[in-house]
């Protein structure tokens, strides 16, 4: 049984816990890095994360603290600059991002047990790479995330929607701001063994891109995220199990997969209701009512007229094919 | 005519040689200023007087360089003072890129009153319902509010200032391009608010659908108060060169143009 034998390995089912943790958290946090139009942050705190991890591998240090103390530090850096709203901020942003990544890749090649192969699980993500203590380690840091995200979420959706608003009635806007970073760069962390630190930033963004498309509020685009996240690394990594690719980019384009579908499901809805209005509307002579001579039905919440074999629908001053 | 008589005790706003601006330019200069209870003051003035500063002054999002301000006897920004202060910012649109619905934005300004961690609870809700019956969105509370219309999305976030039951509200332009409907729905829940004695601060251009229930009007010129006092039409005497931009408006007048904030229109 192909199923069995996937589990049948440690490896295996500690990197589909993981992944399982990772499909959790990201778009939990991601939800509001969207909301604020800050889709690439995560991006940034990844390449930031490398320079940690490769201190770690050069020092002999666990790499996950490593990267967990540069990606919060970093997390802060970039949050405090943002507030500074300056344009040379851009810039400091670009030097902090690209420092980050630059200087990770020169440390892991000074190290001795840096090796090609090692860079390219830590930015691309694999399966064989989560060690039980990293499950553990990464177990804790995903519950406090979603622990705390869940919790401030009414907090951290105010501070997203409307950050002006938000002040003026006495929330705690760069507190909160500075918060969001610190579990963005968290969950950049968790991510690192299965995703991988280039890729984790798309498991923030596709699961709400995809929730975005589907759902009128925040709370079904949150709860239609947090699934689309959980399928999409749990089914990458078991096919990266069976095809030999690395689980991070199996993971991502399976996402960009399923946005697609979502994306053509989306454009097909909005086509059929813009057919049904507009076939209404073609041979809509006149106003339905009690008296028009066309059978009313009772459709749900409102009456539709049976009119030629359609059923019309009155919708905000004209007709709906129903 | 509705409305509560402004009384006399401790003013809800009360400003004293204040200078506001942003980093260290000021542009309203030396204003001093004490609103009291139940009043319903309209800011008028041109482009560029410091209407709009003056009010994100009263609400801490412009830095005051000079004097001091007080809401409700306490200095602006103090904690806890968020609930009492509703604020209409102007600003036709709002919601991120994911959807929200009316109930979950007009929710987000219940949270002033829930502290640190508190949650929704049955009288949170019940508030929220009321600010979004209050706005006549009842019927589209669980729509995302991004399919709405420019005017609707303005009850929105009129209904969102009002969830935290604050004693005064603060609104800049409520009815600068907003469709009929949507004036009517403003008229009617500002003349239920001036009954329950809650203090209006209303930036306008228009104040001509407000003569029936403004009590008092500021004008702002250069960043300075160039008038105080009731609304009347002397202020609008052919040397007043801003003339055209307040015209008081007859209530009776038979193109009855806007007529949303007319008692006529509470009375329904």
């Known amino acids: ?322 | 005519m509705t409305g509560t008589s402004p009384d006399a005790g401790p003013p809800v706003l009360d400003l004293r040689g204040v200078s506001v601006g942003y980093t260290d330019h000021a542009i309203v200069h030396d204003v001093s200023l004490q609103v009291h209870r139940g009043e319903v003051v309209a800011v008028l003035g041109a482009n560029g007087s410091g209407k709009t500063t003056l009010v994100r002054g009263m609400l801490g999002l412009a830095r005051v360089l000079a004097g001091q301000i007080e809401v409700l006897g306490s200095p602006v920004g103090a904690r806890g003072a968020g609930a009492r202060i509703g604020y209409v910012p102007q600003r036709h649109t709002v919601g991120g890129s994911i959807p929200s619905t009316v109930r979950e934005v007009v929710s987000s300004g219940r949270l002033p009153r829930l502290g640190w961690l508190g949650r929704m609870r049955a009288v949170d809700r019940a508030a929220v319902q009321s600010a979004i019956d209050a706005v006549d969105l009842t019927d589209l509370a669980d729509t995302d509010i991004a399919d709405l219309s420019g005017g609707q999305q303005r009850r929105g976030l009129i209904a969102r200032a009002l969830a935290s039951e604050p004693q005064v509200l603060i609104m800049d332009e409520p009815t600068a391009g907003v469709d009929q409907a949507s004036q009517h729905a403003l008229g009617r829940a500002v003349v239920r608010l001036v009954q329950l004695g809650v203090t209006l601060v209303i930036v306008t251009h228009e104040i001509g659908p407000l003569t029936g229930v403004v009590t008092r009007s500021i004008v702002m010129q250069d960043g300075r108060i160039a008038y105080d006092g009731p609304l009347s039409t002397s202020m609008l005497g052919p040397s007043d060169g801003h003339a055209h931009e307040h015209h008081v408006h007859d209530p009776a007048d038979p193109t009855g143009r806007a007529t949303w904030l007319s008692p006529t229109v509470g009375d329904r």
């Open chain 1, 1 to 322: 049984m192909a199923v069995l034998e996937l589990l049948q390995y440690d490896f295996m089912r500690r990197a589909l816990l993981a992944g399982l943790l990772v499909g959790l958290a990201a778009p939990v946090v991601g939800i509001f890095l969207v909301q604020r139009r800050l889709a690439l942050i995560g991006d940034g705190m990844g390449h930031i994360s490398l320079a940690g991890v490769a201190l770690g591998v050069l020092t002999g240090t666990a790499p996950v603290w490593t990267a967990l103390v540069a990606a919060v530090v970093g997390a802060v850096a970039i949050e405090l600059i943002r507030t500074r709203g300056r344009t040379s901020g851009d810039i400091a942003l670009a030097v902090l991002f690209y420092g980050g990544i630059a200087g990770g890749v020169v440390l892991i090649s000074l190290s001795p047990a840096g090796t090609p192969a090692n860079l390219n699980s830590y930015l691309f993500g694999a399966i064989t790479t989560t060690t039980p203590s990293d499950l553990v380690t990464f177990a804790v840091l995903a519950g406090a995330v979603l622990l705390t995200t869940l919790t401030l979420a009414p907090r951290l959706f105010a501070v997203s929607n409307d950050p002006e608003y938000a002040r003026a009635v006495g929330l705690p806007v760069l507190g909160l701001n500075l918060l969001l970073a610190v579990l963005t760069a968290v969950t950049v962390v968790v991510s690192m063994r299965v995703v991988g630190l280039l890729l984790i930033s798309a498991l923030m963004i596709l699961p709400n891109a995809i929730a975005q498309l589907l759902c009128h509020s925040f709370r079904a685009s949150l709860v239609v995220a947090v699934a689309t996240g959980v399928v999409v690394s749990v089914a990458g990594i078991g096919t990266s199990f069976y095809v030999n690719t690395p689980s991070g980019g199996t993971i991502v384009l399976l996402a960009i997969a399923v946005f697609m579908l979502a994306a053509l499901g989306a454009a097909l809805r909005d086509a059929v209701a813009r057919r049904r209005h507009s076939m209404a509307e073609r041979h809509h002579h006149h106003e339905h009512g009690a008296d028009c001579g066309h059978t009313a039905v009772a459709h749900d919440d409102h009456v539709d007229y049976l009119h030629e074999g359609h059923r019309h629908a009155q919708h905000a001053g004209h007709y709906d094919e129903h």
